[in-house]
């Protein structure tokens, strides 16, 4: 079974950058599907971004788009999220997700909230003005 284990939040200013890592305990993490979902406080959790197995399809949400990077390294069962132009409305907990294993033709990011399994704990990220 995969755990997913984020790291990489704090606290910064608008406009600053900021990468968040999401390591997993094993080799099966490189045939799910992955994503970044984020909760504020007194709001539901939303999808930041989404990439396939291989890497080779991304998703964002249209306020991050532009400014956020979902990228994957399967030989180091890593995925990042490059935070660029933070800003204060960015400020959550970020967390990271994986599906379950995917076939090989399934090269799209999912984009359904109820297809992930596996969650990480989160990592707060925080931008000041």
């Known amino acids: 079974q995969v755990q997913l284990v984020e790291s990489g939040g704090k606290t910064v200013q608008a406009g600053d950058s900021l990468r968040l890592s999401c390591s997993s305990s094993g080799r099966a993490f490189r045939s799910y599907a992955t994503g970044w979902f984020r909760q504020a406080p007194g709001t539901g959790r939303e999808l930041v971004a989404a990439?396939?197995?291989?890497?080779?399809?991304?998703y964002y949400t249209d306020s991050v788009k532009g400014r956020f990077t979902i990228s994957r390294d399967n030989a180091d069962n890593t995925v990042y999220l490059q935070m660029d132009s933070l800003s204060p409305e960015d400020t959550a907990v970020y967390y990271c997700?994986?599906?379950?294993?995917?076939?090989?033709?399934?090269?799209?990011?999912?984009?359904?909230?109820?297809?992930?399994?596996?969650w990480g704990q989160g990592t707060q990220v925080t931008v000041s003005s």
């Open positions: 997700a994986a599906s379950g294993p995917v076939d090989p033709f399934h090269t799209i990011p999912e984009l359904n909230p109820g297809k992930y399994y596996y």
């Open positions: 990439i396939s197995w291989s890497g080779g399809n991304t």
